[in-house]
Every structure is written in C-alpha cells, then in structure tokens.
C-alpha cells in the first residue's frame, strides 16, 4: 500500500520539489499528505502549492516550546492521515513521540557522524568540512531520534572536495549527490519496512 508522507521545510525546499515531482511520476511509491514548514513565506509552500500538495505553517512566531510545536505538528501530520515523516532542510527541533520512533527521516548534506549537531546545518557544515581540509564529504540520509543529526544512518554518498572549492561550489556538489541519495534511501526503508 503506498505510504503517505508529510515533509517538513523552512527554507527553498529544493528535496520537497524533487521528491513530490517523483512521486507523482510513479517512480517513487509514496504520496505527499503535507507540507508542513515552520516559516512563512518560504520558497518551499510555492513548491507545494504548485504541486498541490497541501501547505500548513506552524508557529511561525515561535511562540510553543519544543515539546508544544512537537505536539501540534504530529497532531496536523496524523490528522493528514500521513504515517511517514521527510525532513528536508528542517530548521527546528522536532521531539519524537514514542509511536513515531523510526518513521521520521532526515538528510544531512555530511557524512556523519562528522559535521552534525546544533548548528551544524547549511553552509556552515560546507565551511567546517573546508576548514579541516576533508578531501571527502558527502550527505548521509538517517532515521530521527531526539538528539541533532544522531539516528541510525539509513544510507550515505561521498563525492570530493576539490582544491578550489567555496562554501558554495561544495554545497551545489554535495545537493547534486543529495538529489539521488534521498529517493534512494526512501525506496531503501519502504522496502525494508
Ligand atoms: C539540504 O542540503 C539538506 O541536506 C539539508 O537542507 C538542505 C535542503 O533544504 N537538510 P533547502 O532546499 O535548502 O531548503
């Protein structure tokens, strides 16, 4: 049966686009129930609308604790009638409930454990991978926890990181490695599960 998944964004949603394109194509088995960001007016509730995929922004003045977001997202994200959770560029803290452990995927443009955790996210991981020299990065497509960038790996992809490289020739190299990793690690847990 195919599964229904929610993706949670705050930024230009680039994996929202990518993923929903697939899905209504038929090459990847899931639907998208929602999109679900945490930010008004992002890039990615355009990519929604335009794939009429249904949009809610939640406390975008950031008035609820951790726990309390955490509460009204699962709560939107059930009554959407979705049982799979994509983060994709998802800038909040989102505690798990017990019953959602292992239904709740993230991708994180590094190979980690390396360059994860708060405040690890965007360019910043570009330039931290930059400034210890790596000669290889990556992105790693993992199952949520509660804790930053922590769960089992589901699947990684590397590429290199070239002598001239800028925060941004390095972020467009690892999101073209992004672009495949995350269908493929979705295909990956549907089957597996
Ligand atoms: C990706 O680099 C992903 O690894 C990270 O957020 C980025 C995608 O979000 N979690 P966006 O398209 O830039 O909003």
Known sequence: MTRRAAILVSGTGRHLEHIGRLCQAGELDLEVGLCL???PGV???ERAEALGIPQLVLDPERNLNDAGFSHA???A???AGCDLILLAGFLRMLVVPRAWNGRVLNIHPSLLPAF???GCWGHHV?????????QVTGCTVHVVDNQYDHGPIVLQRTCPVEPNDTVDTLAARVFEVERDAYPD??????ADA
């Open 126 to 134: 570009h330039q931290a991978v930059l400034d210890r020299g790596c």
């Open 37 to 39: 960001s945490n930010k």
């Open 185 to 190: 690690a979705i295909r990956q847990y549907l």
């Open 77 to 79: 994200i059930q009554d």
């Open 116 to 118: 994860g955790g708060k």
């Open 73 to 75: 997202a699962f709560t």
């Open 43 to 45: 890039l990615a509730l």
